[in-house]
């Protein structure tokens, strides 16, 4: 069982950055990461993911060069990094993690946050 808590989000101006954390309380090591974000009235969208052992990453178009995720396994956290805000990154941002890191890049991870807030004013 993987419960996991986001934090980091708020408001900031366009050009802005922000870090988003996700600790995980539960077995952590093994499990693919992912970032999402949703905007009312939209489906989910991908951002980012990163995969257990050697840390592989892949991104959303729209977001690559601007952020980065990353993850600290001792910490049992992974962080997103989120450089260059636009007001189209508004949105609820939310982790997910599953052993199998193809099925949270598909955004169907075992294993869900509450979310948290980003908010871009331009």
């Known amino acids: 069982q993987v419960q996991l808590v986001e934090s980091g989000g708020g408001l900031v101006q366009a050009g802005g950055s922000l870090r988003l954390s996700c600790t995980a309380a539960?077995?952590?090591?093994?499990?693919?990461m992912g970032w999402f974000r949703q905007v009312p009235g939209k489906e989910r969208e991908f951002v980012a993911a990163?995969?257990?052992?050697?840390?592989?990453?892949d991104y959303a178009d729209s977001v690559k060069g601007r952020f980065t995720i990353s993850r600290d396994s001792a910490k049992n956290t992974v962080y997103l990094q989120m450089n260059g805000l636009q007001p189209e990154d508004t949105a609820e941002y939310y982790c997910?993690?599953?052993?199998?890191?193809?099925?949270?890049?598909?955004?169907?991870?075992?294993?869900w946050g509450q979310g948290t807030q980003v908010t871009v004013s331009s």
């Open positions: 997910a993690a599953d052993i199998n890191t193809a099925a949270v890049r598909g955004g169907r991870g075992r294993y």
């Open positions: 990163i995969s257990s052992g050697p840390g592989v990453t």
């Open positions: 539960g077995t952590f090591g093994n499990y693919g």
